[in-house]
């Protein structure tokens, strides 16, 4: 779609191929909680092994603020990388990333080999995309893969820097079904499409809101975000999230999907209750209202039975599909209904479904509809800026075909 050269087109036999990869996972005590993104790099990490290249991950992993912290080094995951791949994955361990033991290691490379680099985010460098640490990363290497897509909407010197002193730069298979999926879906929809929105706030989703109501056929709204707009409508929402700077804002989207000819489906009833529950988990009463009667002592915490039968039904005749943020609190079981409704219509529906990163992909695995999704993007921020139509730097740095 956007004509990158991947990794099918590059020969990369003798050549030392640096690859940014997204393992920033979960650690505990040491131990990786959640592998998902590790499992997802091996495509690509197997694809340039088979092709006899010699392999060089780099990656950041939380927020270490440009020093080395020990609780976020990469040492475990080059241990289960290597159970994985069923090789060794060698671990240079430099504090300064591209240090002594990464160029020792490099050098004694054989062909269909895998070193894995520290952390880049030790070095304060990275975030600002500074030029001397993109060169010494580049320096490192004869051809360059990104296949992460949860930094991609960032640009930084493992993933854009670096392309400027390297010959070659292509994305790996899950850049490229990130961009063919999300790209494609937006950009060249099959028909009807629908986009379901949710989430605590309007803010946030600004620009995808007004950008999806231009490409899609009907706008869902969920969430916290769907009281704002319940205001906009002159409706009392008691004590329920509400963004009153974007009132206006929510009035004018309204607006223009009436102008566009599009359907702009919001909440009709309502799950409320007394408080937020503390902590997320805990027991809580509920009641279902119609949208326009939610008490002042109460607030709406998940779009309402009748309100999950009009989304589920808007779904069944979409041939695309596109889902960003839960439809309420999913994080407690009481307050998961909605979303659950909505991810049972998508799991049930012929449609391409495509779920938005972030809270989605969260709420959609957790509740166990994750193999059900045509596609689970791997970004929350990333792919909500590709939602709102922006180009990411990452994916623009690579070379076109």
Avoid at 2 to 23: P, T
Avoid at 272 to 292: C, L, Y
Avoid at 301 to 326: F, H, Q, R
Wanted: hydrophobic share 40%; with cysteine; proline share 5%.
């Amino acid at each position: 779609m956007l004509n990158k050269k991947s990794v099918d087109d590059i020969n990369v036999k003798g050549q030392r191929v640096l690859v940014r990869c997204d393992f920033n996972v979960p650690l505990k005590e040491g131990k990786i909680t959640d592998e998902n993104r590790l499992v997802a790099a091996l495509p690509t990490i197997k694809k340039l092994i088979a092709d006899g290249g010699r392999i060089i991950l780099c990656s950041h992993l939380g927020k270490p603020k440009g020093e080395p912290v020990p609780s976020m080094s990469l040492a475990p995951v080059a241990v289960r990388l290597s159970e994985l791949l069923g090789q060794e994955v060698k671990f240079a361990a430099d504090p300064e990333v591209v240090g002594p033991n990464a160029k020792a290691a490099v050098e004694a490379m054989k062909d269909g080999e895998v070193v894995l680099l520290e952390n880049t985010r030790y070095r304060k460098e990275e975030t600002k995309n500074g030029e001397a640490f993109s060169k010494e990363l580049a320096s490192l290497c004869d051809v360059f893969v990104n296949d992460a897509f949860g930094t991609a909407h960032r640009a930084h010197c493992s993933n854009v820097g670096v392309t400027q002193f390297v010959g070659t730069s292509a994305v790996g298979y899950l850049m490229q079904k990130e961009i063919d999926f999300l790209g494609n879906a937006v950009n060249n929809p099959v028909r009807p499409f629908v986009a379901i929105l949710g989430g605590a706030k309007v803010a946030d989703k600004l620009n995808v809101i007004s950008n999806l109501l231009e490409k899609c056929d009907t706008l869902i709204i969920g969430g916290g975000m769907a009281y704002t707009f319940l205001k906009a409508k002159g409706y009392e929402i008691g004590a329920s999230l509400v963004d009153m700077e974007k009132v206006d804002y929510c009035k004018e989207m309204m607006e223009k999907a009436e102008k566009l000819g599009k359907k702009l489906l919001l909440p009709v009833d309502t799950t409320i209750t007394k408080e937020f529950p503390n902590p997320i988990d805990a027991p809580i009463e509920i009641q279902n209202v119609p949208a326009d009667q939610i008490p002042a002592d109460k607030m709406g915490m998940d779009i309402g039975t009748e309100t999950a039968k009009l989304y589920a039904e808007a779904v069944k005749s979409a041939k695309t599909v596109v889902w960003n943020g839960p439809m309420g609190v999913f994080e407690n079981p009481t307050l998961a209904a909605g979303t659950i409704a909505v991810a049972k219509a998508l799991a049930e529906t012929d449609a391409t479904t495509i779920i938005g990163g972030g809270d989605s992909a969260a709420a959609v695995n957790q509740l166990g509809f994750g193999d059900k999704m045509t596609h689970i993007s791997t970004g929350g921020g990333a792919s909500l800026e590709f939602l709102e139509g922006k180009e990411l730097p990452g994916v623009v740095a690579a070379n076109d075909k």
